[in-house]
């Protein structure tokens, strides 16, 4: 079984990495602006650019949590952490609930009085 803090340390920077990704990128669409004169739009399309560079390093992450989930689980099938609790199921109402032998006529609210 991996290490949970090992684990914690290779994902534990993507929020830092996307949040960096963004500012880096935004100020060197600052900094273009002040360069060729810009009025404002290469801060505008460095944010753009940086929110969709990060984007896709988040997604690249996923896709790399999800093979070292695989992998894991491919190892050690028994080990898995996630179990269901089965009195935590959903259950339908009308398998628990006993049948009911009475009926009662509908409930007329015209005829109270």
């Not at 690249?60 to 093979?67: D, E, K």
């Not at 269901?84 to 259950?91: Q, Y």
Request: aromatic share 10%; proline share 7%.
């Amino acid at each position: 079984m991996a290490k949970p803090w090992a684990e914690i340390g290779r994902y534990g920077g993507v929020g830092i990495e996307f949040v960096l990704t963004i500012l880096i990128v935004s100020w060197l669409g600052h900094w273009l602006d002040g360069r060729v004169r810009l009025h404002g739009y290469g801060l505008a399309i460095g944010f753009l650019v940086g929110v969709a560079v990060a984007f896709r390093l988040l997604f690249r992450t996923a896709q790399g949590m999800q093979r070292d989930i695989e992998r894991a689980e491919a190892r050690d099938p028994g080990s898995s952490r996630w179990t269901v609790d089965p009195d935590w199921l959903h259950k339908d109402p009308s398998e628990t609930a006993p049948p009911s032998n009475t009926t009662q006529p509908p409930k007329d609210d015209h005829d109270a009085g």
